[in-house]
């Protein structure tokens, strides 16, 4: 029984996602959903996106967490848009709440919605929200182990992130290791490797945000959903 | 009827929990339920704990994660009792999973059990396992604004382990001023900095599990139930 309502709930979630993705291509609006462990660095790959990309594309972002607003107010500085849900204890954003989020923001002054999801590897992974692509961060001190771990997200993801490569050399990632089982694991995931602290590697990430936009050889710019 | 339905599973949880509590003072075996993010040193914690205290306690461990069993073979190595408990999918260790594990676990050969949670700072929070206490560790690449971010946990802490001292110097991770806001969540939670790379900060660490597991003036070993 409590199978079948999970069941129900992330049906009932998935058709929310559907009416969000109709919403954002219709403002033509490109989201991705960035996830992580709490303290990987979503907010700081989200500033250092924004500080980047500002002149080229008009960006927006939703910051999801339990409570506080400590990252909106982070974003708030760059002045782009942001809207901050607080779950109040839920683990997860879902596709009401991002659903909420949209009806108040400015979409028609935007390309570019960054998702913050609540800090969790387990999660979010469930709960579509009708974005564009899944993005995963995880940080270097963490350690290499995780994709082992938590394999949903790592499979699930069309990005993947390796964050805080300044302090590899005071831990034990092996960077050519996680890359090998990320590839036996999902191999249409893109690697990046960087830092928020040196800002080495931002320019490769934020190339491949432009490219992914803007599929070159279709008619629609999206690609086919999953 | 989703919260009723939440309730219905939590009270069922604590009802198992009690019962698992019971079985553990039977055999006289104290319980410390650890919980973290992903990656933030809870296997590495209790290795060091392992190594320091196992001429004079007898330790045992079970190990939670949604999938793999990297840290039973770790913790295999140090020649204690260990169960690796794959909660395929769960967010979480439930009391109902810990029963099953105790029952195939030599509680009359053990003084001391650590049950590692699956990593994550928030749905473990909701789940009473049968535990003496609840250690929480943070570590320092993680920042010290997670406890405004998941306060949950922070809250039902009896410990608070800040972990990954040796890195201090590469985080804006500020020690004082995360002290403050523990104080400020719960009076009653013990804080250390520990690192398990350098070993720095174990002795307190373990000096206040062997005290708390023999609280001095009380004609029973266990502390009243919160």
Redesign the interface.
């Known amino acids: 029984m409590?199978i079948k309502?999970l069941k129900d709930?992330l049906s009932a979630n998935d058709q929310i996602a559907e009416r969000n993705r109709a919403l954002l291509d219709k403002h033509k609006v490109f989201a991705l959903n960035v996830m992580s462990?709490?303290?990987?660095g979503k907010t700081s790959l989200i500033l250092d996106t924004i500080r980047t990309l500002k002149k080229r594309k008009r960006v927006g972002v939703i910051e999801g967490?339990?409570?506080?607003t400590?990252d909106a107010e982070k974003v708030k500085k760059e002045r782009v848009p942001v809207l901050q849900i607080n779950t109040g204890?839920e683990?997860h954003l879902d596709a009401a709440m991002i659903n909420r989020a949209l009806e108040n923001m400015p979409l028609e002054e935007m390309d570019l919605l960054f998702i913050e999801n609540?800090?969790?590897?387990?999660?979010p992974g469930e709960f579509k929200l009708g974005e564009d692509r899944k993005v995963l961060i995880v940080?270097a001190?963490?350690?290499d182990?995780?994709i082992?771990?938590?394999?949903?997200l790592f499979h699930l993801a069309d990005a993947v992130v390796v964050n805080?490569i300044?302090?590899l050399p005071?831990t034990t990632f092996d960077v050519d290791g996680f890359s090998k089982a990320l590839k036996g694991l999902n191999q249409k995931a893109r690697l990046f490797r960087v830092s928020c602290t040196t800002h080495e590697g931002i320019e490769d990430w934020t190339d491949w945000v432009l490219s992914t936009m803007r599929p070159p050889k279709q008619t629609s710019r999206r690609q086919p959903r999953p």
Chains 1, 2 share one sequence.
Do not use: F, T
């Open positions: 409590n309502i709930i462990s709490p303290g990987a967490d339990i409570s506080s400590i204890g683990c609540v800090g969790n590897l387990v999660c940080s001190p963490e350690g182990d995780k082992y771990k938590y394999p949903l805080k300044d302090l005071y």
